[in-house]
């Protein structure tokens, strides 16, 4: 089993900067990758970003190209996303996964072994 946390959210202006860290803990060595969801509020969860833990290969959703970075420090081990230029849309509750095993695309929820409770990330205009 691996437990996930997050934390970092918030409230911040349009234009501002966030950074949400995921500690993973328990049966973490067999992490095949990891990513971030969001939830807006009254709508479906949502692919956000995954990194690969070997090799650091990323892929993000066309809405926050250039603007979210995803990373890992694989000795943690934690995953972390860094958000910058934030607009109102981005509002949601952000969740982190993670998976054990191989998955070729990542940007599926159902791809997705384990999962933390969420972080409210709130962007005022």
């Known amino acids: 089993q691996v437990q996930l946390v997050e934390s970092g959210g918030g409230l911040v202006q349009a234009g501002g900067s966030l950074r949400l860290s995921c500690a993973a803990s328990?049966?973490?060595?067999?992490?095949?990758?990891a990513g971030w969801f969001r939830q807006p509020p009254g709508k479906e969860r949502e692919f956000v970003a995954a990194?690969?833990?070997?090799?650091?290969?990323?892929k993000y959703a066309d809405s926050v190209k250039g603007r979210f970075t995803i990373s890992r420090d694989s000795a943690k081990p934690m995953v972390f996303l860094q958000m910058n230029s934030l607009k109102p849309e981005d509002t949601a509750v952000y969740y982190c996964?993670?998976?054990?095993?191989?998955?070729?695309?990542?940007?599926?929820?159902?791809?997705?072994?384990?999962w933390g409770q969420g972080t409210q990330v709130t962007v005022s205009s």
């Open positions: 328990g049966r973490t060595f067999g992490t095949y990758a």
């Open positions: 990194i690969r833990w070997s090799g650091g290969d990323t």
């Open positions: 996964a993670a998976v054990e095993h191989f998955r070729s695309l990542l940007i599926n929820s159902y791809e997705y072994d384990y």
